[in-house]
């Protein structure tokens, strides 16, 4: 087990004296370290960046327990030196990560949180050319992160979390602020490190055309709440999806239109345009 909450709430104060604000309430949620691609959904303010930040320590459980591989965190234990670890193990990619660029160049940006997290300057180097050459930026080496492009920024940013090899990887909308092509491209990339190195990815989106295409599980938040957790064809395929102010992606809309408009019996197995459109192509399209 990666990561297991046990009952956690997380609550503060509200604006009014007195007002307290519960943004976690009885979450119970367990994430397996290896091969899982999840997708945190729910509408704003319905707590999805308190769970997230909860899962590498950033934030600290009002009441419950959180269990992050070997270490438990609850209100009383939230300085323990193993939180360093814990966010070794477990990288979080913020929302506009290349806000956080601060070095003079892109290899010396890269390399910082490896050496933060004790890699020697050579192991550190070697880590950060890897990942630059995997994300197609190893020409940037040398260039100020501030005299580069918005989509290069962002793959500086996103490569400073993978050069200390996270085992679990939290994105809080990765996609936000980028067009189709740079949104797709990140994507891409995201989804072919799961596939390749079985790493589980947790992802915090409100686009759910890329939360179908790439999740395989959905958990859904409202009002502090967990209301769901499983397969995205079922979330979509019942109301639980309208319950929790939910849209659903484009791809079911043209599936729902043809199987109304055309009498056809296509599933909610596709899970992109191309795909559909493919599936179309090939004939077949009354299963």
């Not at 704003?44 to 269990?67: V, Y």
């Not at 799961?194 to 938040?221: F, G």
């Not at 079922?234 to 043809?258: A, G, Q, R, W």
């Amino acid at each position: 087990m990666g990561i297991s909450f046990q009952n956690v709430d997380h609550s503060y104060k509200g604006a009014k004296k007195k007002e307290i604000i519960k943004a976690l309430e009885g979450i119970n949620l367990d994430i397996s370290d290896k091969g899982e691609f999840i997708a945190v959904v729910g509408k704003t303010g319905s707590g999805k960046s308190t769970l997230l930040k909860h899962m590498n320590g950033l934030q600290i459980p009002t009441s419950g327990n959180i269990q992050i591989f070997d270490y438990t965190i609850t209100k009383k234990k939230n300085k323990n030196p193993k939180m360093k670890k814990i966010r070794k193990r477990v990288g979080y990619v913020f929302q506009f990560p290349e806000y956080q660029l601060f070095e003079e160049t892109v290899l010396k940006d890269i390399m910082f949180a490896p050496k933060n997290f004790g890699f020697s300057e050579e192991e550190a180097k070697k880590k950060a050319l890897s990942i630059m050459k995997l994300l197609g930026i190893e020409h940037l080496a040398s260039k100020s992160p501030f005299n580069i492009s918005g989509g290069q920024m962002r793959r500086v940013a996103i490569a400073g979390v993978l050069s200390y090899d996270p085992d679990i990887i939290l994105l809080d909308e990765p996609t936000r602020g980028l067009d189709p092509k740079g949104a797709l491209d990140i994507m891409e990339l995201f989804y072919k490190l799961h596939k390749e190195t079985n790493k589980t990815i947790i992802m915090i989106s409100h686009d759910m055309d890329i939360v179908y295409k790439y999740a395989s599980r959905i958990v859904v938040l409202n009002d502090a709440h967990l209301t769901y957790d499983g397969d995205k064809v079922k979330l979509f395929e019942s109301d639980i999806y309208k319950e929790n102010h939910l849209t659903k992606p484009e791809v079911l809309k043209l599936i729902d239109y043809l199987n109304e408009k055309l009498k056809l019996n296509i599933s909610y197995e596709h899970y992109d345009l191309d795909d559909l459109l493919k599936y179309l192509e090939g004939g077949d399209i009354n299963g």
